[in-house]
């Protein structure tokens, strides 16, 4: 139950900016901002799961280590999955392994022209979160329609039911191909407990923050 409310809202996130407009393929290579997080992991496994080349980008090492633990592959090269903002080379890093047929993206306007350059000719870009401050960019709408680019954004509320969405998962967790989130002991508490629980989601970092209404 406790994985289950951590995983709701970012996995159906994740496989809506995978599947809804324009589903990934096998093969397909897929770069993913903020990996380590809740919805960036949701979509790294799947994409994985669906067999297609994950790239995730992070901002620090440390992020790296911690996606080895759900089988990413930090070394540079042919199966490259992480990538950490961090190293001077990030970019070339990303180019080294792209282009991408799709560019998921939940940290705002940073990086803009760099992420649609990655993109292949009728590639996607997708946004599903972008922090105030963060959220205007300028386009240019030749390259858009002269290389066949589309800008979707995905919102997972104000749906009647996504329950397709975990009929179709259920078979990667049943078989071990998809992982629960990360959740620390610390971070489960009881609904008394909001206001610190609250607090803790502004600096806890991997792990995810949960509510548990049980009795």
């Given amino acids: 139950m406790i994985q289950g409310a951590a995983l709701g809202v970012p996995l159906i996130t994740a496989h ?8 990934i393929k096998k093969g397909d290579k897929v770069l993913i901002t903020g990996a380590n997080g809740a919805v960036g992991l949701c979509a790294m496994q799947i994409a994985r799961w669906k067999g297609a080349h994950p790239v995730g980008l992070v901002r620090s090492p440390e992020s790296q280590e911690f996606l080895k633990s759900f089988g990413f592959n930090s070394q540079p090269g042919e199966a490259q999955n992480v990538v950490s903002l961090s190293d001077e080379d990030w970019k070339s890093q990303v180019k080294n392994i792209g282009p991408f ?28 979160s972008a922090p105030a401050g963060q959220r205007e960019v300028t386009v240019d709408l030749f390259q858009l329609y002269r290389r066949g680019l589309k800008l979707d954004g995905v919102m997972s509320a104000g749906k009647p039911s996504y329950a397709y969405i975990f009929e179709d998962v259920k078979e990667g967790f049943e078989s071990g191909a998809l992982k629960g989130l ?9 609904l008394e407990g909001a206001a610190e629980a609250y607090r803790l989601t502004r600096s806890i970092k991997n792990s995810r923050v949960v509510l548990n209404l049980s009795p």
Avoid: C, M, R
């Fill in 16 to 23: 809506l900016a995978l599947f809804q407009t324009t589903p």
């Fill in 182 to 190: 990360f959740i620390e002991d610390s971070a489960v508490f009881p």
């Fill in 101 to 128: 047929s799709k560019v998921l993206n939940g940290i705002g306007n940073l990086h803009f022209d760099f992420f649609i350059s990655s993109l292949a000719d009728e590639g996607t870009y997708v946004t599903y």
